[in-house]
């Protein structure tokens, strides 16, 4: 199964369970949890369910295209059912059959794993999903976003795509994976991850990073204070991965680390707060 | 055995593997104390658990309460009647009110007695409940009351009111004797869970012809459950799992050639799995050249197998009996192999620069935002180390240049990813740059022990490093107001004191030479607060607060089996933090021994009496005014000899510090203190005589003093 026809069966499986398929956000983000279609929809009472694919950025994670493992940036499909349905976890299994996985054969776990995401006020709790030893998907029940309570709870699956690709390939090397018949990963992706590690680690000018994450925390509570609650979002995500980059290039120091954390995450929960007062 | 048997089986989604016995065992409390509440107790009651399933099992329930018979009490009985000796109005409101008609009333009302009087009354019989009529409140109760590591929400509720689990409840099965005991869990914007007769297997396999993995199938008993479970690939009861995984990992063994490294782990795999199984793991031989620590903390750590000494084998348990196409044993070596790489990356990269050139970077560390960074932290730690390496007369420079290296690993790319290997780290960096082996082994052991549990390092330099942090953290924290309180100890602190007492106690032991002395924890930690140049009035108000701490410790390292806690408190009564630990241990080992075999239980009595008896004036002089000629009775002259014949013992042996001939020589007295008491009034009417036997008493409370305080000692331990 080929990296694209793994994307169209998983996405295919959960729209016809009724999932709205939205697609990537045009912002870089560190993971799909970021997509305004988590982050805002999982908050207050509406019934949702959401599939989509999301490029997700980790400048720490870049290594030159040199490491078979470590991307800085990989694809994770995420999925949002609000409420969560009671049969989930088969709904999760048959997903995977249709992938290919037959659980069977295989060692499935479900191994505790809380998920936290201090930037976004948010948590949950739920596992990390193991296929013969290798972690394949993130399982969580929502229980708080933008520091507010959550009822409807939402259940988030999270697909790490390279990886279930590498396991149903079977390649040990994720720029040797097929993403359609004759290209491989190394010809969509290598470039850009040479490029980006260069920039992330090496080009990065620390003094603009710096000053364009306060000037994104600024402009984003301004514009959320003003009621435009998707914009000043943006400014949040914005503020996220420029933080990231600065940590990749060890620019945070220690005690500009919660400062920097706490501004993003008083955005975030803006937004939300704004989001449930909004129309 | 009559009565029924009770049936509950709380289905889930994955329990934490480390929460799941404790949760069965809360809820089969639960359920029990709810029988006995409701008067439905069961014969034997019992609970068993995998991932998926918590199980509480009873016998012998009866199948209704018993009758309550119950006294309602009503007017005086003097008012019960009325004139003409006829139940009174009062009488009559009362006993209609009880549902007693008028017919019945000579029957029913009786005057009853009472501490206040006599009262009208009427016996009123309340008829049990049948058991399955009560049993759905039991439960509720009960899964309320699972004590939850952390709860989470999923939109359930039991009656109006919300209900929280450790993870979503499924299914539920719930009989008394082959009736559904009707209970019911709502999902907001879902089916309700209803309790029924039905369970469910292991999710994909099953050995029942024509059934499809993962249905549902019918029980009417534990023995049914167990039963059709184990058709279904799910081992209800704990031990058989651990078995079962440790016959799977034998064959594993077999198949090595060497015996795996498990310790306790297979306590936790056994709740990982409902039906275990293990498969032999390869790596390639080349990583066999990365230290075997860094390859056991990506096997162990990270993917939960377990490793081999010599081998590049690894044993991952599995949640199948087999697995015939080698998909798990690919697998589990595929993901094995990409971790190893990365960290074998990482041991590169933190090789490229020797670790003292990594120093400079712990400037940009915070150890804690009012007391600075780790590179002022490894310049304190440097000194301290040093002082105490010194005082032992083990090798200070050494012990000061580990100390200065100890936390470099913290900026390392190993720590980084795997957080375990600190200290470890750093040691086996410094192995590699050819360091001499007191230095490295005492950055790799340098966060030893950690508290009461495990090695102590294996040096006494790596003892001084050891020591300098845990006091270097201490006192800094102390300094900082960060002592623990109440349950909150964000930094370990307790656990960092009992470290040093720890090290304090068997260092003596433990490291033959050199064989000076090591400070006493008041020295060690008045030494570290020195590194923080605090001004007297803090310092002061700062050592007050750590000698209390310390000392609440003191008895935590110290009572044991073979030390009860008597006889620590005993000891401790006169040895503080301001003491040489070791030297207080040997004395409570000494004493504990002593009280086992000598006559200690005379001696306590007698320091409690002569304590209760003496003024504390009298107490104090020690009994310098003793004159031997006012002692009149043969009792009182032979309890002189005798005392001065062991105190003279007593000096003797505490000088050589050999505590045990001391104690023994020390309840070779009781016959004489017997004696005394038994024939000697001590509150003579003669002035002077009164006077000299309660100085003689002085003296002996003196001496016991040298010991401790010999009251606290308790019978039971002589």
Redesign the interface.
């Known amino acids: 199964m080929t990296f694209q026809d793994l994307i169209a069966r998983l996405t295919g499986y959960w729209a016809d369970q009724g999932a709205v398929v939205a697609q990537p956000y045009d912002m870089e983000m560190g993971a799909g949890t970021m997509h305004p279609e988590t982050f805002f929809r999982v908050l207050g009472k509406t019934?949702w369910k959401v599939v989509y694919v999301q490029p997700s950025r980790r400048p720490a994670d870049g290594r030159y295209g040199e490491?078979?493992?470590?991307l800085y940036k990989h694809h994770q499909l995420q999925l949002i059912l609000k409420?969560?349905?009671?049969d989930i976890?088969?709904l999760y299994?048959e997903s995977l059959a249709a992938c290919g996985v037959d659980?069977?054969?295989?060692?499935?776990?479900?191994?505790?794993d809380?998920w936290a995401a201090p930037t976004l006020g948010a948590w949950g709790?739920g596992?990390q999903v193991v296929?013969?030893?290798?972690e394949i998907s993130q399982f969580t029940?929502f229980?708080q976003a933008g520091g507010i309570?959550?009822?409807?709870?939402s259940v988030e699956i999270t697909y790490g795509l390279e990886r279930l690709a590498m396991?149903l390939q079977d390649v040990?090397d994720v720029y040797d994976l097929e993403w359609t018949r004759g290209v491989d990963y190394r010809t969509v992706r290598l470039v850009d991850e040479q490029q980006s590690s260069r920039y992330a680690f090496e080009e990065a000018d620390t003094a603009v990073l710096s000053r364009n994450f306060d000037e994104a925390i600024a402009e984003g509570a301004r514009l959320i204070k003003g009621g435009l609650v998707l914009p000043g979002y943006e400014q949040c995500l914005r503020a996220s991965h420029l933080f990231n980059l600065l940590d990749s290039r060890g620019a945070v120091?220690?005690?500009d680390r919660p400062t920097r954390i706490l501004a993003v995450r008083r955005l975030a929960t803006a937004a939300a707060n704004g989001y449930l007062d909004g129309p | 055995m009559s009565g029924k048997e009770l049936l509950i089986e709380i289905g889930c989604e994955e329990i934490p593997a480390d929460w799941v016995a404790g949760l069965a065992k809360g809820f089969e409390t639960a359920v029990a104390e709810g029988l006995d509440r409701e008067r439905l107790s069961a014969e034997t009651i019992g609970s068993c658990c995998t991932p998926r399933r918590l199980v509480v099992h009873g016998a012998g329930i009866p199948e209704s309460q018993p009758d309550q018979v119950r006294e309602v009490l009503g007017p005086p009985w003097r008012v019960a009647r009325d004139e003409g000796g006829r139940w009174s109005r009062a009488a009559a409101g009362f006993a209609r009110k009880q549902g007693i008609e008028e017919a019945d009333f000579d029957e029913r009302l009786q005057p009853v007695e009472t501490s206040r009087g006599q009262y009208l009354g009427v016996r009123q019989v309340a008829p049990g409940k049948p058991a399955i009529r009560i049993l759905p409140g039991i439960l509720e109760d009960a899964l309320r009351a699972v004590p939850l590591p952390k709860a989470m929400n999923w939109d359930a509720s039991i009656g109006e009111k919300a209900f929280a689990f450790a993870r979503p409840i499924r299914w539920i099965a719930a009989l008394l004797g082959e009736e559904v005991i009707s209970f019911r869990i709502e999902v907001n914007g879902g089916a309700p869970v209803v309790a029924g007769n039905r369970s469910y297997g292991h999710r994909s396999r099953t050995a029942v012809d024509g059934e499809v993995p993962g249905a549902s199938f019918s029980v009417a008993s534990l023995r049914s459950l167990t039963e059709g479970l184990r058709r279904r690939f799910v081992v209800l009861d704990g031990e058989e799992r651990k078995g079962r995984l440790l016959e799977a990992l034998g064959r594993c063994e077999n198949e090595a050639g060497e015996s795996a490294e498990v310790g306790d782990a297979a306590d936790v795999h056994k709740d990982l799995v409902e039906y275990p199984g293990a498969v032999l793991g390869r790596f390639p031989n080349e990583f066999l050249s990365l230290p075997k620590e860094i390859r056991d903390t990506v096997l162990i750590h990270h993917q939960k197998y377990f490793p081999f000494p010599t081998k590049p084998l690894f044993v991952a348990v599995t949640n199948l009996p087999d697995d015939p196409e080698g998909h798990v044993r690919r697998g589990a070596g595929r993901v094995v192999v990409a971790r190893l790489r990365d960290a074998r990356f990482f041991w590169d990269e933190d090789r490229k620069v020797p670790l003292a050139e990594t120093r400079p970077r712990l400037a940009g560390v915070v150890f804690h935002r009012q007391l600075g960074s780790f590179s002022e932290k490894a310049d304190r730690m440097e000194d301290l180390a040093a002082w105490i390496a010194a005082s032992t007369g083990a090798d200070a420079a050494a012990a000061s240049h580990a100390a200065g290296l100890s936390k470099c690993d913290l900026t390392g790319n190993l720590v980084g990813e795997f957080a375990s290997l600190q200290g470890l780290a750093g040691g086996l960096l410094l192995r590699e740059e050819g360091v001499p082996e007191t230095v490295w082994r005492a950055v790799y052991d340098h966060y030893r022990p950690a508290g009461l549990d495990g090695d102590l390092p294996r040096d006494p330099e790596g003892a001084a490093v050891s020591l300098a942090d845990r006091a270097d953290t201490l006192a800094g924290l102390f300094l900082a107001g960060e002592e623990p309180s109440g349950s909150g100890d964000p930094f370990a602190l307790r656990r960092a004191a009992l470290s040093i007492i720890r090290v304090l106690r068997d260092a003596p032991a433990d490291y033959p030479e050199p064989r000076n002395g090591w400070p006493s924890p008041e020295a060690l930690l008045n030494r570290a607060l020195d590194g923080y140049h605090p001004g007297d009035a803090v310092r002061a108000v700062v050592a007050g607060k750590l000698a209390a701490f310390v000392n609440d410790r003191l008895p935590h390292a110290f009572v044991g089996p073979s030390t009860p806690r008597g006889v620590v408190n005993a000891v401790l009564a006169t040895r503080d933090w301001s003491h040489a630990v070791a030297d207080t241990w040997q004395r409570i080992r000494d004493l504990a021994t002593a009280v086992i075999s000598g006559d200690y239980a005379t001696l306590a009595e007698a320091s409690r009496r002569v304590r209760r008896i003496l003024p504390p004036e009298i107490r104090e002089g020690r009994g310098a005014g003793l004159r031997r000629k006012l002692l009149a009775e043969a009792a009182e002259q032979q309890l002189c000899d005798r005392l001065e014949e062991v105190e003279a013992e007593v000096e003797r042996r505490f000088a050589e510090s050999s505590y045990f001939p001391a104690f023994q020589a020390l309840a070779t007295l009781s016959p004489s203190i017997a004696t005394f008491f038994d024939d000697v009034l001590v509150m003579a009417e003669d002035p002077a005589v009164r006077a000299n036997r309660l100085a003689l008493l002085a003296r002996l409370d003196a001496l016991f003093s040298e010991v401790g305080d010999l009251g606290q000692i308790e019978a039971s331990a002589s």
């Open positions: 019934p490491n078979p493992n470590r409420p969560s349905p009671q976890q088969d299994l659980a069977s054969r295989h060692d499935l776990r479900f191994e505790e809380n709790v596992w296929l013969d030893g290798l029940y229980q309570e959550l009822a409807p709870i396991y040990d120091s220690v005690s």
